[in-house]
């Protein structure tokens, strides 16, 4: 594994992949999503932290999305299965394409 130099917000990784903010952090809530060290938590006060992605991390969410849009209902039941939050699984399935 290469040195880690840099990191991306998750606000910043879902502008540059076309996301919902609140999907992608749902999804690296659960920091087994993605292999060890793509996700950091970065403190910006002693209560206050905000996750970011190493490079590696972007390129395992970019994979792990396009894999899980190839139909509606793998999309669906990706959402399922990586989204706890069911208000906002139900409002991402309502912007799927049918």
Known sequence: MATVTHVCTIDYVAK???QDPELLEAIVYNEDNLSYG???SVYTSPE???TALTDDG???LKDMLRNARSTTET??????DFVDDTDLVARIKAKSPR
Do not use: Q, R
């Not at 999309?75 to 399922?80: G, P, R, S, T």
């Open 16 to 18: 540059m992949l076309g």
């Open 38 to 40: 793509s996700i950091v």
């Open 48 to 50: 206050d932290t905000i």
């Open 58 to 60: 972007i390129d395992e």
């Open 75 to 80: 999309w669906h039941a990706f959402l399922d």
